[in-house]
């Protein structure tokens, strides 16, 4: 028998997948088919990852695709964008995958999303700060926002290239100068540091990391990442020998994976789960879910800076609310003003990218 002409054409749309030229890619027949699924799939929220061939790109881009509130998935790079997109869009799961590589792919790669990731840029080797990275990344990062701003002003962003302290900043001039800039959109990723003093801590109090939750305010670099031990929740309490360890662990834990990694590159896995964590709470506040609350570096009033990290309310429109700092006890109040004063240069840094 004779296949049907139905059948013939679910066979050349197979084959058709095979070849590489024909991958979910812009550009590509397999990209026009996605487009179809997405059309009549289910309704979510279509999120970008820029950066996403990386060493936390990758794995971002499978716990993304994993998220049943994510409808769209667009992967963009500079290089690598065609591999990572086959190997993810065989997931059987609802988001459609789509691959954009290079700048004259980004404008496409960004119309229209709602929630934006931005894991692209150098990572640290042993031996740099955050800061040494601020050369090369913040020319990505002014490229990328410029493309945001151009292609869609109104979506979350959520800035994981370091140096956050900085990157945030400049982000916020680039928007600011293109008059797009809404403060409640920008939010730098601080979430790792979270994760890292609820593990730590959960250690030593010889719990499950999941029953603890530790805020950690300030920035992300060094002694900008204060965790504020008074405030772990459940309560509890530290010798002073606890507390001195237990912060210079959490303010060191990314200077821990560069150098157990020996030049190899910094933080991946656990910062994909990290940046994974708080893009869902990002999208579940976009949905309307109340009571989401996260750590993150954001435009704030809290201190006399203008970021800083605190915890923040996610809503529809992003941060809605910007929780102040709480009782800190002297040990707390010192960290304070060592990052605070390190931080002011950090952000005048980024900001004087811009401006100068
Ligand atoms: N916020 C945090 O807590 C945190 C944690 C870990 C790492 N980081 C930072 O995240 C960044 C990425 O780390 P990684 O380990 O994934 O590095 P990586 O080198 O493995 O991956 C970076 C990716 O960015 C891509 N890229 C470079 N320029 C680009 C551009 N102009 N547009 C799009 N993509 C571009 C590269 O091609 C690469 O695929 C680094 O700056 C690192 O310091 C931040
Ligand atoms: O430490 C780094 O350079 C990467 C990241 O900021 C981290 O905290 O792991």
Redesign the pocket.
Same mark, same amino acid.
């Given at each position: 028998m004779q296949p049907s002409s139905d059948a013939n054409q679910r066979i050349a749309r197979i084959a058709a997948h095979l070849h590489p030229s024909n991958l979910q890619m812009e550009g590509s027949s397999g990209l026009r088919r996605a487009d179809c699924r997405a059309k009549g799939g289910a309704p979510g929220f279509k999120v970008a990852i820029?950066?996403?061939?990386?060493?936390?790109?990758q794995p971002l881009a499978l716990l993304m695709k994993m998220n049943p509130l994510v409808s769209v998935l667009h992967l963009?790079?500079?290089?690598?964008a065609p591999g990572v997109t086959a190997d993810v869009s065989h997931m059987d799961t609802g988001a459609v995958v789509r691959g954009f590589l290079g700048?004259p792919q980004?404008e496409n790669a960004l119309t229209g999303m709602d929630l934006v990731i931005i894991?692209?840029?150098?990572?640290?080797k042993p031996g740099m700060t955050?800061d040494d990275?601020f050369k090369i990344?913040a020319g990505?990062v002014r #490229? *990328?926002a410029e493309g945001i701003a151009k292609c869609c002003p109104n979506a979350i962003v959520n800035l994981?290239?370091?140096p956050?302290n900085s990157t945030v900043p400049i982000a916020a001039e680039v928007f600011k100068k293109a008059g797009t800039f809404d403060p409640k959109k920008l939010l730098?990723?601080? #979430? *790792?540091?979270v994760v890292r003093a609820n593990t730590f801590v959960a250690e030593v109090l010889g719990v499950d990391p999941r029953e603890v939750s530790v805020p950690v305010v300030g920035g992300?670099a060094g002694v900008t990442i204060l965790p504020l031990l008074s405030q772990v929740n459940p309560p509890c309490s530290f010798t002073p020998e606890e507390i001195n360890a237990l912060t210079d662990r959490i303010q060191n834990g990314?200077t821990e994976v560069v150098e157990a990694k020996a030049g190899a590159?910094?933080?991946?896995l656990s910062?994909a789960y990290?940046a994974a964590k708080f893009a869902a709470a990002c999208l579940r506040g976009m949905r309307g879910d109340a009571g989401i609350v996260e750590c993150s570096f954001v435009t704030s009033q809290v201190t006399e800076l203008p970021f800083f990290a605190t915890k923040v309310r996610l809503g529809r429109t992003g941060v809605e609310e910007i929780f102040p700092l709480g009782p800190l006890n002297e040990y707390e109040r010192n960290g304070l003003e060592k990052a605070k004063k390190e931080l002011a240069g950090s952000i005048q840094k980024g900001v004087s990218f811009i401006r100068n």
């Open positions: 820029l950066g996403a061939a990386g060493g936390i790109g963009y790079d500079v290089v690598n700048q980004l894991p692209a840029g150098v990572p640290r955050r990275l990344n990505i #490229t *990328l994981i290239s370091n956050v730098g990723v601080t #979430t *790792l540091d992300h990314g590159g910094s933080a991946t910062m990290a």
